[in-house]
């Protein structure tokens, strides 16, 4: 596709009339023109086949630095850090409530690969905070209100990971 777009920006850079006037004539100023043209029409093209890609690198900003899925979904070691071979791979809550709760859940599941999840309905609970059933997310999760194109950026991402273990509850 690069090379095709590249001979055609050359074919056309090499014809072009300024104001009416003649061909330009081939000398420094078409080659630059030429490769600023081949240049523009390649990364267009780039861009076009890296649209799902884009996709995934919005959700995991999202994932990973606005919403931070990471602090309940990823185990942590004894010095507190997280254990990045199980990123969102599920772990046990590191808190709990100040006041008991019976609906807090203690142990976040496993968001990698968003198994048992159709995007549609990841989608739904991403925008809304509503799982599948009707039903909410257990505190802590917090119930998002993302954009339609932030929730399927989030759902691509987390799609896009190797899943492991069981699949992830839906609704949790």
């Known amino acids: 596709m690069a090379s095709t777009a590249i001979f055609y920006a050359c074919k056309i850079s090499s014809s072009l009339r300024i104001m009416g006037g003649p061909p330009m004539k081939r000398n420094a100023c078409s080659f630059g023109f030429g490769i600023l043209l081949c240049l523009a029409i390649t990364s267009i093209s780039l861009a076009q086949s890296a649209g799902g890609s884009a996709d995934i690198a919005r959700g995991k ?17 004894e010095k507190g850090e997280p254990i990045q071979a ?4 599920g772990a046990t809550v ?21 198994r048992g999840w159709e995007e549609a309905d990841a989608i739904k609970f991403f925008m809304t905070g509503i799982a599948y059933n ?9 119930q998002y209100r993302f954009s339609k194109e932030d929730a399927a950026a989030v759902t691509a991402y987390l799609k896009s990971l190797s899943p492991a ?5 839906q609704g949790k």
Do not use: W
Not at 94 to 114: E, M, Q, R, S, W
Not at 134 to 142: F, G, I, N, Q, W
């Open 61 to 77: 900003y999202l994932v990973e630095q606005v919403s931070l899925c990471g602090d309940c979904h990823t185990p942590h070691n």
């Open 165 to 169: 273990g069981k699949p992830a509850a």
């Open 134 to 142: 009707d039903l909410p997310a257990r505190p802590p999760m917090p």
């Open 94 to 114: 590191p808190y709990k409530p100040a006041v008991p709760t019976p609906v807090f859940a203690d142990k976040a599941p496993n968001i990698a690969g968003l």
């Open 86 to 89: 199980q990123l969102l791979k």
